[in-house]
């Protein structure tokens, strides 16, 4: 193990983090191998503003699954034939089949989100969407599909923060867009529509779970302890696969065509 430190401000340094995550990967992938066994289906929605963290939650979940298994949604704006559907209609080939996983990156509930607050939708198709997902959750709920869904939290200040983080470094502007700087002058508004949708879709079945993400590190340290702590008993025998020796001394990689192996970048080994 590395030794652990923390960074500035109280804040989980990034030896501890990885410390703590690894074994917590271990387990996620114990219950892969229990949704495989058993044949169970797990949705997991990860919502909530703009630089919550989302993408990184999903990250550090699926990094050590096996993405034939595993895998994220993360739909683009509808199509014109998307619109005239059924609002949920779309996110049903998504749904995960016998033993496997999705993050939805963002949901359905964008509709009592972003389309909402930023006018995509008219008053009467969020309140229908309202009244609809409860039900819609329900039916995958008594199908047999592990359903979860967090909304990570975090405050405008550390929102502004990331926002600036995200301008100055071009390797993560691609993730700012003209609706999330809209945004920025929204932030209570989002709220009210938060608080909406939480009322109208906190369900027994299907339950909303907040999780503070002012602190990115320990955000997905608690969604994650949350989700293993949640799933029933999944433990299954692990398969043990013999390595004998290789009986002979290994051989060198050869091509029996004129194609060879681009020059390898010079630099420190």
């Known amino acids: 193990m590395s030794k652990s430190k923390k960074g500035k401000s109280g804040k989980l340094g990034k030896s501890e983090y990885y410390d703590l995550l690894a074994p917590l990967q271990q387990e996620l992938n114990d219950v892969a191998r229990w949704l495989q066994h058993t044949g169970k289906r797990l949705a997991v929605i990860i919502e909530g503003r703009d630089t919550a963290g989302k993408g990184g939650v999903i990250s550090a979940l699926m990094e050590t699954l096996n993405p034939r298994l595993c895998r994220t949604v993360a739909l683009a704006k509808p199509s014109e034939r998307e619109t005239t559907q059924w609002y949920f209609q779309r996110y049903v080939p998504h749904l995960p089949a016998a033993g496997e996983i999705v993050f939805f990156d963002r ?3 964008n509709r009592a989100g972003v389309e909402a607050v930023m006018g995509f939708c008219s008053p009467a198709q969020t309140q229908a969407f309202l009244q609809q997902a409860p039900v819609f959750e329900q039916l995958l709920v008594d199908d047999g599909i592990l359903l979860f869904k967090y909304w990570l939290t975090v405050d405008q200040e550390k929102q502004e923060e990331r926002f600036a983080e995200r301008l100055a470094d071009p390797l993560k502007r691609w993730k700012l867009s ?11 508004q989002y709220g009210l529509a938060r608080d909406a949708m939480l009322k109208a879709t906190h369900k027994p079945k299907a339950p909303w779970v907040l999780v503070d993400f002012n602190d990115q590190r320990r955000g997905r340290l608690t969604l994650i302890r949350h989700l293993l702590d949640h799933i029933p008993e999944r433990k299954v025998p692990e398969a043990v696969f013999e390595f004998p020796p290789l009986g002979h001394a290994p051989l060198r990689e050869q091509f029996g065509t004129p194609l060879k192996p681009i020059k390898t970048i010079a630099g420190d080994p």
Not at 178 to 188: F, M, N
């Open 107 to 109: 949901s359905w509930y």
């Open 178 to 188: 003209p609706i999330d700087l809209q945004a920025r002058e929204k932030y209570a």
